[in-house]
């Protein structure tokens, strides 16, 4: 169970996580919970601190569903006041820190009436545990644990006290890592776990980097080592007063953000969980976390599975124990012993192989064991072995209420079913032919199965899948048997919601439904792609390609919903290649329906990975995207629901219509400084529903970028090669990039920065002449401030499907511009004529080649191929003085370094001066560029080291 204690009122209720519901509350408290309160669960009952100031605390018993005044602590509890429990046989206490501006942890030894307190002092001088402090208890350590944070005050570590027992006076607490921020007022939380045997703490709050985060303490018994998740269980929302932050003694840690908020969340503890991946799903929430409220959780019922109390010396093995139905996982083995003095015992479980009993752990003296890394499948059932010693001859050890808890999925999480009867009345329905399917006389109005159905099998689907589905009502004229209940998505970010009629991406006006194909139109539907009653393939799918030949039915596709076939398949069943033969014959769709084709673009060398069977769910979350499970599958970019025929406009950064519906990643803050990445932790979703900052860059940052863990190593077509992340590149703070954000400013002129020698300067650069370096003519009006997409560059052929699906040309370049944009360089057209190594790559899609008339850098005297008289590896290519990767950098005009990561290093640059810039093209005046201005490597023409006392860009 996990209680919830609303702060401000009596509220205490229960949530099962078993049934994912709250229950009835119990007996209300007698008193409202104040800032600093907390709670907890011990021996069966549920207590709870009163907070602001006062020393009570109320004791809840489950089974008389009673209250009663607990024990009357030593001091007031405070503001982010805190409890943790030392069930140790020798120092059974509670520890509470008073918070407030107080400096003392007291203590209740709960197997008794006695109280007491410690002053927590560092370093021998007393600290106030404010805002922000957090404690908790290791018993195998046997430590004491405390954030010092008091606000402002404290320094954010991790201290710790060993062998705290009941002690009183000064404690002097010894100093370990910092684990959360210490430079603003914070509420963090604190908790202790175990899994695989190991002791660990949990923090909660803002880590040292200030950002909303987890971390994970090791080590408890020797020098604790911190791991930072990066993963914040709030996505974004920040924790306030009543935050709590609660372990069940199993396999789930359980959490409230507290601020006024409603965010109730729990993550499955991975076996490793430093390396193992935390994922945090939202649970239904039943108040309003106002300060004071808190959560404690824990196993408060004995399980179904008890066995006989073991008195004996040796071994002692119980009978085989089986799993729930459907459950996946095992869960935990608990059990209550008794060693008196002389004896000992220790738990043993085994887990049967098929063919023998195997230890899943061994001789563990503690109870809970954790059995979350084995699968119900590869061990089907388990048993127990008590192991039991003595040394007096009255007395044993004794184990008894023994129970173990299996995993299983939870997958509607409120009331709802759905049977035959909802969308079949027998009673009512009409008779259909036979052998003819999709007959709407069968079907019966949903809301009112007493009525006949007389739209589409789409009007039919979209009467629960359109919104609200229909309640459950039973008159003498109102039929509806139950409410369909669906599935809760709320944690899974991609997952676009089953109301499939929703403004703005509603599947009445998707390319899919209204096609204007001659033969096609108004026959897709609902039914084309699902078959309702069930398939064997995700999401009830029931449409599949042939093997590839043509033929005279109208789709050439084969209807089966038994055969499990991947994602692009059903896609393929329309997009593919197959054309010639169904559209010869006059009348029907004779006109090109080439740009249907994917399939081709897909079998291209350079391709983005659509053939990964098993990868892509619905609810994935950033951890699903990374190097670990790189995919990207055709939902994984385009809503088939909502997704409307169209391209996108050039000179635009806004998605096209193909990507309505799609959800891609944008800041949840503003975008960081000049050349600053988006941390992993700083993105949000965004659904493309059509408006003015839908940007196609959206969808594919959420490949691309921190979110998914950018930069790794990446094995593709194009070789072997570590990614980059295009938050850092296409960052609209930066002095230089591709205008894929819709900015309104796309070639900057004026730039604020610190030079090399730390100094805050501003420097102007003129614009280069418009005609001499953008295309700015029909069909595309090209200027200094359009935006563009990741598919102006990234795209097939236009004999197929325009966007990125794949291409003959490496990183998945517009075929039409075949030779790498590295080995472009700087041709002097009045002399040699020679421009078709630049003419062929695709800068020259949008960038004219007149740099004759640019301006003094780029005249054909300087840095042209034939005149570049350098000893270096540039050769008058663009990328001597530029940066690799031209997506965007943090130095104006993409300017790059040698000694700039080797990703983007220019090939000769060393450093610029950091001058203002005026347009040179007719002279060479100080104010324009010169070869002093420019330090490179190689190039005979420049200086090789920095000019005494002259300043640089950084």
Request: charged content about 15%; proline content about 5%; overall charge negative.
């Amino acid at each position: 169970m996990v209680y919830g204690s609303q702060g401000s009122t009596t509220v205490f209720n229960g949530y099962d996580p078993a049934t994912a519901t709250w229950s009835t509350a119990p007996a209300s408290k007698s008193f409202s919970p104040g800032t600093g309160s907390s709670a907890f669960l011990l021996n069966n009952k549920a207590y709870v601190t009163r907070g602001n100031g006062s020393p009570a605390q109320d004791v809840y018993n489950p089974t008389t569903d009673s209250w009663a005044a607990g024990q009357t602590l030593p001091t007031g509890i405070g503001v982010a006041g805190d409890s943790t429990v030392n069930t140790s046989a020798a120092d059974t206490c509670v520890y509470y820190s008073a918070g407030g501006s107080s400096s003392s942890i007291a203590w209740w030894d709960f197997s008794g009436a006695a109280t007491g307190s410690m002053t927590f002092r560092t370093g021998s001088t007393a600290r106030t545990l404010g805002i922000g402090s957090a404690i908790a208890y290791a018993p195998g350590a046997n430590r004491l644990f405390v954030i010092y944070q008091n606000g402002t005050a404290g320094d954010g570590r991790l201290y710790y006290l060993g062998s705290p027992a009941r002690t009183t006076g000064n404690a002097d607490f010894t100093q370990g890592v910092q684990v959360v921020s210490d430079t603003s007022t914070r509420y963090n939380r604190m908790a202790y776990f175990k899994s695989g045997g190991i002791e660990y703490l949990l923090v909660l709050g803002r880590d040292t980097t200030d950002s909303r985060d987890t971390i994970v303490v090791s080590s408890l018994a020797g020098t604790p080592v911190k791991t930072d998740l990066n993963v914040d269980p709030f996505a974004g929302w920040s924790t306030g007063d009543g935050v709590s932050l609660q372990w069940d003694g199993g396999d789930y840690m359980y959490a409230i953000r507290g601020g006024g908020g409603s965010d109730f969340r729990r993550a499955l503890i991975p076996s490793n969980p430093i390396t193992g991946s935390w994922t945090w799903e939202t649970l239904s929430n039943s108040f309003p976390q106002d300060a004071g409220s808190s959560i404690s959780a824990g196993l408060i019922q004995p399980a179904d599975v008890t066995g006989q109390a073991y008195r004996t010396s040796g071994t002692a093995t119980t009978p085989d124990i089986l799993p729930y139905t459907s459950a996946h996982s095992w869960g935990t083995v608990t059990w209550n012993e008794s060693e008196p003095a002389g004896t000992t015992l220790s738990v043993t479980v085994q887990g049967w192989n098929g063919s023998s009993w195997t230890a899943l752990a061994s001789a563990v003296n503690a109870s809970p064991i954790s059995l979350s890394a084995f699968t119900t499948a590869a061990y089907p059932r388990i048993r127990l072995v008590a192991n039991l010693s003595t040394t007096d001859n009255q007395l044993s050890p004794t184990l008894t209420d023994w129970a173990a808890t299996s995993i299983y999925d939870v997958y509607v999480t409120g009331s709802g079913s759905l049977t035959c009867v909802n969308c079949h009345n027998v009673h009512y329905n009409g008779r259909g032919t036979a052998g003819t399917a999709w007959q709407m006389v069968r079907a019966a109005l949903p809301s009112n199965t007493k009525t006949n159905y007389t739209g589409t099998p789409t009007q039919f689907c979209l009467e629960c899948h359109g919104g609200a589905a229909p309640e459950a009502t039973i008159t003498a004229s109102v039929l509806v048997p139950y409410a369909p209940g669906f599935r809760s998505l709320t944690s899974s970010p991609f997952f676009p919601g089953w109301n499939k009629s929703a403004s703005s991406v509603e599947f009445a006006a998707s390319g899919h439904k209204s096609t204007t194909i001659s033969k096609l139109t108004d026959q897709f539907g609902c039914d084309t792609c699902h078959d309702p009653h069930g398939s064997d393939n995700k999401r009830l799918t029931a449409l599949t390609a042939s093997g590839g030949t043509t033929g005279s039915n109208h789709l050439n596709s084969t209807r089966v919903n038994t055969t499990a076939y991947t994602e692009e398949q059903l896609c393929y069943a329309c997009h593919d290649n197959r054309r010639t033969g169904m559209c010869a014959s006059p009348g029907c769709h004779q006109v090109s329906l080439s740009f249907l084709d994917v399939r081709s673009a897909f079998t291209l060398a350079y391709r983005h990975p659509v053939a990964t069977g098993g990868r892509h769910a619905d609810t994935e979350t950033a951890a699903g995207l990374g190097s670990s499970n790189r995919h990207a599958e055709c939902a994984d970019c385009h809503d088939p629901h909502a997704a409307r025929s169209g391209l996108h406009t050039e000179t635009s950064s806004n998605a096209g219509e193909v990507l309505r519906g799609a959800v891609g990643i944008k800041p949840t803050a503003a975008w960081p400084a000049n050349g600053v990445a988006v941390p992993a932790a700083g993105w949000t979703t965004e659904r493309m529903t059509g408006e003015t900052t839908d940007y196609e860059a959206y969808v594919c940052l959420k490949c691309h970028s921190s979110y998914s863990g950018q930069p790794f190593s990446v094995t593709s077509g194009s070789g072997t090669y570590t990614s980059t992340d295009l938050s850092t590149e296409f960052n609209p703070s930066n002095f230089g990039e591709h205008n894929v954000l819709g900015q309104s400013v796309g070639m900057e002129t004026s730039f604020t920065f610190k030079n090399d020698a730390g100094t805050t300067v501003t420097r102007t650069w003129d614009l280069p002449d418009p005609a001499s370096v953008i295309f700015d003519t029909t069909p595309v009006m090209w200027g200094y401030n359009s935006g563009m997409t990741c598919t102006s560059c990234h795209s097939n052929s236009t004999a197929a499907a325009k966007g990125p699906h794949g291409s003959s040309v490496k990183y998945m370049i517009d075929p039409a511009y075949p030779t790498q944009w590295e080995l472009a360089v700087g041709d002097n057209p009045d002399t040699s004529g020679d421009q078709s190594t630049y003419l062929t790559t695709i800068c020259n899609k949008c960038h004219a080649n007149d740099y004759v008339n640019m301006n003094g850098a780029h005249k054909y005297t300087k840095h042209f191929r034939g005149s570049y008289t350098g000893g270096g590896s540039g050769g008058g290519k663009c990328i001597a003085c530029h940066v690799k990767i031209p997506h965007g950098w943090k130095r104006p005009r993409l300017l790059g370094y040698r000694s700039d990561p080797a990703n983007y290093s220019s090939l000769s640059i060393v450093a610029v001066l950091d001058k203002n810039i005026a347009d040179a093209e007719a002279s060479e005046s100080s104010s324009g560029w010169d070869k002093a201005n420019c330090i490179t490597s190689g190039c005979d023409s420049h200086s090789t080291s920095k000019q005494g006392g002259s300043t640089y860009w950084p």
